[in-house]
């Protein structure tokens, strides 16, 4: 099994940890190259074919070998297929065959078909753009999106590292704004890989003591609250501006436990540094941060990316993303700059800082 990627994105520390010899460290990142600062694009082939399949269903056609080779030739379906083998989970032709053809399916035809046609009508460079801004320069954002119909409901992001691809489960219950937002998140990370971290924090970090390495490398999962602050647009918008009210609701239950959550973030770095878990210890504490999709790693990496863009700006904050161990520092700063004189803020270890090298001895 891999270990953490350096300032992986929760999609990358999810392949490193789970497939093996398929993690961030094992490919080098997409280099920023000539073309188009974003280039994104939906792919519907997969999802064109199955609702073809669906509608002869309804008329009550026949169904030919023709439908189908279009479908499991279909680029959103081998790709799907790739990653399903990849992560182990049995993907077999037959068993597709039987969910499109489920009367349970049928049922919905209408509402994916309507569903398709909302979303792609919406411009997923759209997000790109948005995320790009929270980027450095020369940040590269190239991906396809593929909107697909499948058995499981999950959605991912798959080959991030060279050919960035977001699958999103059709939901006829998410809106096109909820889409944009969600891949407006995902492409931060794809973007993120093109130019960070850089190649002097890099090296900076593989200098370090193993259980110090550890601590840095685990850091970079505060990715995915840069990465909310990016896709809603900045800090004055809340982050499920878009999202049902139950997402909103929780959303601010749980950025009002962001202290409490810094704190035991902190002592698990300190338990990092100084070597008290091994790596399989380090990694199931590690993914409880991840939480149902919106753990601490999201909801104290919002609030520190939010405080230090609101102190300093977005371009502290850009630079600051692009080596995480610098964002704790920065939020340190911050935080004790606005902190009332009698409410001392929480903040990170200083001996933690001083052991990733975000803070001087």
């Not at 801004?133 to 991030?160: C, D, M, Q």
């Not at 878009?242 to 959303?251: G, I, L, N, T």
């Not at 609030?303 to 692009?322: F, H, N, P, S, Y």
Request: charged fraction near 25%.
């Amino acid at each position: 099994m891999k270990t953490l990627s350096v300032f992986g994105s929760c999609a990358l520390l999810l392949t490193a940890l789970v497939v093996p010899d398929a993690g961030a460290s094992a490919v080098e990142s997409v280099p920023p190259g000539d073309g188009p600062a974003v280039e994104v694009r939906f792919v519907t082939d997969e999802a064109d074919a199955v609702l073809a399949i669906l509608g002869k269903r309804a008329k009550k056609e026949a169904v030919t070998e023709d439908d189908w080779r279009r479908l499991f030739g279909s680029e959103g379906y081998k790709r799907l297929a790739k990653r399903e083998s990849e992560i182990g989970r049995p993907f077999k032709d037959e068993d597709f065959t039987g969910f499109v053809l489920s009367d349970a399916l049928a049922v919905q035809a209408g509402a994916l078909a309507d569903t398709l046609a909302r979303w792609t009508k919406t411009d997923p460079s759209a997000a790109g753009r948005r995320a790009v801004v929270y980027l450095p320069a020369g940040a590269r954002i190239h991906a396809k999106v593929y909107p697909v119909i499948k058995p499981k409901t999950n959605s991912f992001v798959f080959e991030v590292k060279t050919d960035p691809a977001i699958f999103l489960y059709l939901d006829p219950a998410v809106s096109p704004e909820k889409i944009e937002n969600t891949v407006a998140h995902e492409l931060h990370h794809v973007g993120f890989g093109t130019v960070c971290p850089p190649a002097a924090a890099k090296a900076e970090v593989e200098k370090l003591p193993p259980a110090a390495r550890s601590a840095a490398e685990w850091m970079g999962a505060f990715g995915e609250g840069i990465a909310v602050l990016a896709a809603a647009g900045g800090p004055e918008i809340h982050p499920h501006a878009v999202s049902q009210a139950a997402e909103r609701e929780r959303w601010d239950r749980d950025v009002a436990r962001a202290t409490a959550d810094l704190l035991e973030l902190d002592r698990f770095f300190q338990d990092l540094v100084a070597g008290k878990l091994d790596e399989k210890a380090a990694t199931e504490k590690g993914f409880t941060f991840f939480g149902d999709a919106q753990g601490p790693w999201y909801t104290v990496g919002w609030t520190m990316a939010t405080l230090v863009e609101k102190t300093w700006g977005r371009d502290r904050l850009i630079a600051d993303a692009c080596d995480t161990r610098r964002l704790l520092a920065s939020y340190n700063e911050a935080a004790r700059r606005g902190a009332a004189p009698d409410t001392p803020p929480a903040l990170w270890s200083s001996a933690v800082l001083v052991a990733v090298g975000a803070a001087r001895p």
